[in-house]
T-cell receptor, first 113, second 113 residues
Framework: GDSVTQMEGPVTLSEEAFLTINCTYT??????LFWYVQYPGEGLQLLLK?????DKGSNKGFEATYRKETTSFHLEKGSVQVSDSAVYFC????????????FGQGTELSVKP | GAGVSQSPRYKVAKRGQDVALRCDPI?????LFWYQQALGQGPEFLTY????????KSGLPSDRFFAERPEGSVSTLKIQRTQQEDSAVYLC???????????FGSGTRLTVV
């Protein structure tokens, strides 16, 4: 079945460091790909998405490119801030499943001043 | 309402007790999803409604889990004879169209003792 695998956390970075969180997926069709973020005590929020191969999703300085050849959707940010500390989830959705999301296990990011 | 509202925010149940978790989606949202998030894991799909029709319940872990959305708005997830392994955060999400426009609630944290 479809699945999503993320790099394990926690990831600890200093402010202004470069961030990469790896995400790879397995899917039978052509899924849409998402990154969600969960700040402490809050609900999941959509961070960015890409719906087809080579699309780049971007938001709040974060970006991820849908790479069909490597089945990857790695999240990057050039300069992280303390306020980016959160848990990040990669997810996919197959178009023929009513929008059901399949999530990775999440990667906790901690940014130190 | 402005967002997806879930209640209660926290629930402690004794093993064997029945519980009911409520989700108020964003007004007018057709699609409604329930997910279960165990500690340190990504959310896992439980069930999906389009209006009042339950189109997919493949993720419900056992016949102790039951969800309903009788009038196509508020939804209730019921768990009968709770077990310790049911301890998790239960997330509700709604969407005006399947897949890309999810809004998650803050979840109900269920602890079975």
């Amino acid at each position: 079945g479809d699945s999503v695998t993320q790099m394990e956390g926690p990831v600890t970075l200093s402010e202004e460091a470069f961030l990469t969180i790896n995400c790879t997926y397995t899917a039978t069709g052509y899924p849409s790909l998402f990154w969600y973020v969960q700040y402490p005590g809050e609900g999941l929020q959509l961070l960015l998405k890409a719906t087809k191969a080579d699309d780049k999703g971007s938001n709040k300085g974060f970006e991820a490119t849908y790479r069909k050849e490597t089945t990857s959707f790695h999240l990057e940010k050039g300069s992280v801030q303390v306020s980016d500390s959160a848990v990040y989830f990669c997810a996919l959705s197959e178009g023929n499943q009513g929008g059901k999301l399949i999530f990775g296990q999440g990667t906790e990011l901690s940014v130190k001043p | 309402g402005a967002g997806v509202s879930q209640s209660p925010r926290y629930k402690v149940a004794k093993r064997g007790q029945d519980v009911a978790l409520r989700c108020d989606p964003i007004s007018g949202h057709v699609s409604l999803f329930w997910y279960q998030q165990a500690l340190g894991q990504g959310p896992e799909f439980l069930t999906y409604f389009q209006n009042e029709a339950q189109l997919d319940k493949s993720g419900l872990p056992s016949d102790r889990f039951f969800a309903e959305r009788p009038e196509g708005s508020v939804s209730t997830l019921k768990i009968q004879r709770t077990q310790q392994e049911d301890s998790a955060v239960y997330l509700c999400a709604s969407s005006s169209q399947g897949g890309y426009g999810y809004t998650f609630g803050s979840g109900t944290r269920l602890t079975v003792v």
